[in-house]
């Protein structure tokens, strides 16, 4: 179901845990990656998937482990892990995935595990650390609920950052 | 399902398998009698493994042939204009090479689809280079 459905439903039967946002929360969908609970805006996930079978890509940059189908339509993963010089994260047939439309792309990013919907009063969402390495590069917040810390990741950002990593400059349209 | 309207090559290079426009195939032949600036070996498609086989791809202007050694030819199938599915665009904008276009789906499994012209001409620098030293 698309995050933006699930928020739009207020259905009684999902976990009151996550559903009880008021006016003046703020929405993430939050995944467990690199042992983490990370965020992201939640009108941009569309979709949660277990990823099926992975067709790799030739000389393909180690955060693009390959594509897969669903629904009919070939759609490429990411991983972030790679893609912030981490680990890779491990991909079994039960993997599940976040589909994000970001811009023009739509990318299937792998997590270890899904958590779903997030309310986060907007008080309790604060800046970035100042750090610009790793996956402190890529934050547009930090946000706290009862069960700890988000990073809350800025995936046009991220995703910008995966196209200027693989292409060298000045190539980007040939 | 759709009409076949499109054919395709599939090809096996090492253990993976590939599928190629037919048209953009020249011949089908022994590598034998091939002088070796003209083979391509070893791409991003892997290496073959073997050296028996190869698809002979016509070069773009005053450009020589080249054969791209392969392991073997599976067939030419039809396909129709839905089974073909251009690369993802994050996916096509992040990749290295314009090689890979796209995927074929054989039996509801994506195959990759290769544009041979693009490939031999990514690959000419380097046969040069190695032809050269």
């Known amino acids: 179901m698309a995050a933006s459905q699930f928020l739009s439903s207020g259905s009684a039967d999902s976990d009151p845990a996550t559903q009880k946002g008021g006016a003046g929360d703020a929405w993430f969908f939050c995944l467990r990656i690199l042992g983490g609970r990370y965020g992201f805006e939640a009108p941009l996930v569309t979709e949660v998937v277990r990823l099926g079978p992975l067709t790799r890509l030739p000389a393909a940059p180690s955060f693009l482990p390959g594509v897969f189908t669903h629904r009919g339509e070939v759609l490429p993963v990411l991983d972030i892990g790679q893609l912030v010089g981490q680990s890779a994260l491990p991909i079994r047939p039960s993997t599940r995935a976040a589909i994000v439309h970001c811009g023009p792309w739509k990318v299937a990013v792998v997590s270890e595990s899904v958590e779903g919907l997030v309310a986060v009063p907007r008080r309790a969402i604060e800046p970035p650390p100042a750090e610009s390495t790793g996956v402190a590069e890529f934050l547009s917040a930090v946000a706290r609920d009862r069960n700890g810390s988000i990073a809350i990741l800025d995936l046009p950002r991220l995703v910008e950052a995966a196209r200027n990593r693989a292409v060298p400059a000045g190539s980007a349209g040939a | ?133």
């Open chain 2, 1 to 133: 399902m759709s009409d076949p309207q499109n054919e395709i090559l599939m090809f096996q290079v090492g253990p993976r398998v590939f599928a190629a426009e037919v048209y953009d195939v020249v011949r089908i032949g022994t590598v034998r009698d091939v002088a070796a600036e003209n083979l391509i070996l070893d791409s991003i498609l892997g290496v073959p493994f073997g050296r028996e086989r190869g698809l002979v791809v016509g070069g773009q202007g005053d450009a020589a042939e080249r054969t791209l050694v392969i392991d073997q030819v599976i067939g030419i199938r039809g396909v129709g204009a839905d089974d073909l599915h251009a690369l993802p665009p994050f996916a096509a904008a992040v990749m290295p090479s314009g090689a890979v276009t796209g995927f074929v789906m054989i039996d509801e499994v994506p195959t990759l689809l290769v544009d041979l012209p693009t490939l031999i001409r990514e690959r000419q620098p380097a046969a040069a280079a190695a032809h050269a030293s």
